[in-house]
T-cell receptor
């Protein structure tokens, strides 16, 4: 069963704007990961944040984690048309990662 | 470097026919292996995972089975496909150890259409 739930389900922005996607989960976690999926392709890992971390950066990506609220956010700054994809959060379960339904991001040139 | 191969990329099969999807990993040993299914516009549903040769765990009752005949080979099978088996199947691997401590590495997926 799915663990994380992303919000919004779809997001459309102009190139250069920032995109923020949120993820909520239900049970305690050790780690939370964010993935990207281009249409018809496999998922690509973006960033992993541990439960004792509050914020992590990777290039134009910024991830926050609030374990008290059981939520995480992914911020993509200065978006580009190439950032158009679906973004998923995933939390660690028993021997597997549990994925949400994703946020479909469209960046218009 | 590690790579994961999954094939075929697309497959159209009639109802009642058998299925075999194969996934192999190169460049690593003793990986955890996973089969996920993704319905159109949806998230991923874990089907099977394996922590070693011959060790398969199933998450949900279904028409599918999995096998791991070699350390870096993971096979998804069905004896008789159902229409509901249509979907996008993804194989993934992660280093041996606690799940979640390392990223999952995905193959490019197989688009299965059962007609």
């Amino acid at each position: 069963s799915q663990q994380g739930e992303e919000d919004p389900q779809a997001l459309s922005i102009q190139e250069g704007e920032n995109a923020t996607m949120n993820c909520s989960y239900k049970t305690s976690i050790n780690n939370l990961q964010w993935y990207r999926q281009n249409s018809g392709r496999g998922l690509v890992h973006l960033i992993l944040i541990r439960s004792n971390e509050r914020e992590k950066h990777s290039g134009r990506l910024r991830v926050t984690l609030d374990t008290s609220k059981k939520s995480s956010s992914l911020l993509i700054t200065a978006s580009r048309a190439a950032d158009t994809a679906s973004y998923f959060c995933a939390t660690d379960g028993n021997n597997d990662m549990r994925f949400g339904a994703g946020t479909r991001l469209t960046v218009k040139p | 470097s590690q790579t994961i191969h999954q094939w075929p990329a697309t497959l159209v099969q009639p109802v009642g026919s058998p299925l075999s999807l194969e996934c192999t990993v190169e460049g690593t040993s003793n990986p955890n292996l996973y089969w996920y299914r993704q319905a159109a516009g949806r998230g991923l549903q874990l089907l099977f995972y394996s922590v070693g040769i011959g060790q398969i765990s199933s998450e949900v009752p279904q028409n599918l089975s999995a096998s791991r005949p070699q350390d870096r080979q993971f096979i998804l099978s069905s004896k008789k496909l159902l229409l509901s088996d249509s979907g996008f199947y993804l194989c993934a691997w992660s280093p041996r150890g606690l799940t979640g401590n390392s990223p999952l590495h995905f193959g490019n997926g197989t688009r299965l259409t059962v007609t």
